[in-house]
């Protein structure tokens, strides 16, 4: 079964630092996903990585993939209110779609 | 908006009853996936379906079921509903294809009491 570990899971932020969120797989995994949900809403899709080093940047967010050490990472710059959300990474399977969420990061984002 | 819509938004029923749970995919996507998100479980993957067909089950328990139709809308049935169903039932959609990026719904929360 595949596991998927988040870290911190709960991270206070201040503003206009830098932190990240590290996501830890146990299996191989040819799609990691960064989804975004505010209290009470749904899911938003930030990042799709595909391949070992992928890097995408989106704003203030940026998210990497080690497929070898099976871990992604979400680096937050400079923090911002509107950044207070969960983050969840996800991961699907070789040869599968289903996602396997981790627990979950709840940010927030104090001045 | 990701184009993803379900319906109810808010469901309020009783142990032991029915309800269906419906869900229109985004335009052009054939893949349909079901996910319940509860505070003690998280977010589960529940059953996906392509094109009518089911492709994969996860931890769904045998009183649910779903179904996708033609038009590829979903639907998903939960009877002899327990206190432990109460949850946020969530539909997503995707074109398939490397990426496979799936699109949330906004959700239906089921709170059984």
């Known amino acids: 079964e595949l596991k998927v570990e988040q870290n911190p899971l709960f991270l206070s932020m201040q503003e206009g630092k830098n932190y990240t969120i590290y996501c830890n797989y146990s299996?191989?995994?040819?799609?990691l996903y960064w989804y975004r949900q505010d209290p009470g809403k749904s899911l938003e899709s930030l990042f799709v990585?595909?391949?070992?080093?992928a890097v995408k940047q989106e704003g203030r967010l940026m998210a990497s993939l080690d497929t070898k050490a099976r871990l992604s990472t979400l680096h937050i710059t400079a923090a911002v209110h509107d950044l207070s959300a969960t983050y969840f990474c996800?991961?699907?399977?070789?040869?599968?779609?289903?996602?396997?969420f981790g627990a979950g990061t709840t940010v927030t984002v104090r001045a | 908006d990701s184009g993803v819509t379900q319906t109810p938004k808010h469901l309020i029923t009783a142990t032991g009853q029915r309800v269906t749970l419906r869900c229109s995919p985004r335009s052009g996507d054939l893949s349909v996936y079901w996910y319940q998100q509860s505070l003690d479980q998280g977010l589960q993957f529940l059953i996906h379906y392509y094109n009518g067909e089911e492709r994969a089950k996860g931890n769904i328990l045998e009183r649910f079921s779903a179904q996708q139709f033609p038009d590829l809308h979903s639907e998903l049935n939960l009877s002899s509903l327990e206190l432990g169903d109460s949850a946020l039932y969530f539909c997503a959609s995707s074109v398939g294809g490397l990426e496979n990026e799936q699109f949330f719904g906004p959700g239906t929360r089921l709170t059984v009491l």
């Open positions: 299996t191989t995994s040819d799609r």
């Open positions: 990585l595909l391949s070992n080093g």
């Open positions: 996800a991961v699907a399977p070789s040869n599968d779609y289903k996602l396997s």
